[in-house]
Structure formats: structure tokens, C-alpha cells
């Protein structure tokens, strides 16, 4: 499964930006999805994870209320919309698919990574 993500770019705080993570193939469809996050020197860190159909999502606590994963199945995408950007939003953003039909905050539960997509959020 290749993923592709894209969206990302150069923001000022308050700002938002919709990333987008596009599969290559239909199996993309009945897995689990998931966006994390990579600044300098820090570890990756999962962000928001959905589950096969949509139903089931979660949130990294700090974004909250700011962040929403959506995916529409039929076009073997995932959505990120992030509204109120801030300045620690920076980072790369990498989608990644499970072999399961749900999500998980742990990242090495994710075979398939897409190449990330880079988020800078200016102050």
C-alpha cells in the first residue's frame, strides 16, 4: 500500500489547513488510519486515528477540539482539518494504515507510511 500525504505548508498561528492522505490501493479502504506528527529533535507522536468506516475516532489531547480526521472510503482518502493552528502544530505529518480495521496510538502498529507532509506554523 503506497500512501501519499499533501496539504501541508506555511501557516500563521489561528490559521487552519486540511492535510489530505491519498492510497494506492482499495485495501486502504477497510483499515484503519492514522495521522502522526514528527518536530526537530523530537520523538513521532500520534495525532488522530480513525477506524475503517469512520465511525470510531481519537484525538491526541492537545489537539482536541482543533483537529478533525474524516475519510471517505469510496476515494481511499483521509482528511486531517486543522483549525487554530498554533505555533507547536509545527511539524511533519505523516499518514500512516494499520493491517487492522482500527487505529492505535502506537506507531509501530502502522506497516504502510505515506512520506509526510511539512506544517509550519508561524507566531
Known amino acids: 500500500v503506497q500512501l501519499q500525504a499533501s496539504g501541508g505548508g506555511l501557516v500563521q498561528a489561528g490559521d487552519s489547513l486540511r492535510l489530505t492522505c491519498t492510497a494506492s490501493r482499495r485495501a486502504f479502504s477497510n483499515n484503519g488510519v492514522g495521522w502522526f506528527r514528527q518536530s526537530p529533535g523530537k520523538e513521532r507522536e500520534f495525532v488522530a486515528g480513525?477506524?475503517?468506516?469512520?465511525?470510531?475516532?481519537v484525538y491526541q489531547d492537545s489537539v482536541k477540539g482543533r483537529f478533525t480526521i474524516s475519510r471517505d472510503r469510496y476515494e481511499h482518502t483521509v482528511y486531517l482539518q486543522m483549525n487554530i493552528l498554533q505555533p507547536e502544530d509545527t511539524a511533519v505529518y505523516y499518514c500512516?494504515?494499520?493491517?487492522?480495521?482500527?487505529?492505535?496510538?502506537?506507531?509501530?502498529?502502522?506497516?504502510?507510511w505515506g512520506q509526510g507532509t511539512l506544517v509550519t506554523v508561524s507566531s
Open positions: 500512516a494504515t494499520s493491517r487492522t480495521a482500527y487505529s492505535s496510538r502506537d506507531a509501530s502498529t502502522y506497516p504502510y
Open positions: 480513525i477506524n475503517w468506516n469512520g465511525v470510531h475516532t
